[in-house]
C-alpha cells in the first residue's frame, strides 16, 4: 500500500497538514470578524449588539452570534455556518440576520458582510426609495443606492427584498432598518458601509437647509466617476 505524502517540514500527512491550515484561517478570520465588529460599534454605526458581522473562509460562514456584546466575544466563541444555514462551529447561536448573510454569500461572490443600524442612514431608509445622487462615491457602490422595502427582520422575505435592491450594487439599504454591504474582504465590507453612511449624512445635511434643494449629480456624472475610481489608488 503506498504510504501518505508527508509535509517536507514536520511530518504531518497531507491531510493532516491541511486541517491544521484550514483552522489557522478560521481563527485569523474569526479574529478578523470580531474586531470588524468591535469597530461597528466604536465608530456609532451600531448600538450595543444591533448590527451583524460575517465572513466566508470556503464553504464556512463565520457570523457574529445573536445578543452577545462584541466586547465580550473571546477566540473560543468562534460561531460559524455552513452555506445551508446548518451550524458547524461553536455553541453560541448565530445572528437572526443569518438568512441576510446567507443570501448575499450565495448569489454573490462576496466574501464579507457588514449590516448595521447607522442613524444617518436609517433615516434616509425612511424618507426615499433611492439615495438621492448627492456624491460622486455612489459610483464605488455600483451606483444609485436602492432602499429595500421593509420585512420583518430575520425573515426570508427581508432576503429576498435585500437581494433585489443589491442587484448590481454592493450596497443597500433596509426601509426602516439600517444598511448592508458586502466586499471581498471585511475592510472593503466595512469601509462601504461607512461611505454609504456618510453619504446619506451629506444628503440629510443639506435637505435640512430651508428653502435650499441640493444639487444632485446625473447619472452619466456618476459612471464617469465611476470609471476614474476603477484606477484610484496604488497599483
Known sequence: MAEQRRDAGDGRDAGETGALRAGEALER??????????RTVCDGLVVGTSGNVSVRVGDTVLVTPTGVPYDRLRPEDVCGVSLDGRQVLGSLVPTSELPMHLAVYRSTDARAVVHTHAVHATAVSTLVTELPLVHYMSAALGGPVRVA???????????????????????CLL???????????????YDRTAQLEWM?????????????????????????AGERLKGYGQP
Open 29 to 38: 478570520a474569526w479574529s478578523e470578524l470580531v474586531a470588524t465588529a468591535r
Open 149 to 171: 422595502p421593509y420585512a420583518t427582520y430575520g425573515t426570508e422575505k427581508l432576503a429576498e427584498n435585500m437581494l433585489r435592491a443589491l442587484r448590481d450594487r454592493t450596497a
Open 175 to 189: 426601509q426602516n432598518h439600517g444598511t448592508l454591504a458586502h466586499g471581498a474582504t471585511l475592510d472593503q465590507a
Open 200 to 224: 446619506c449624512r451629506v444628503w440629510l445635511t443639506a435637505s435640512s437647509v430651508p428653502g435650499l434643494t441640493p444639487t444632485l449629480l446625473t447619472g452619466d456624472q456618476v459612471a464617469q
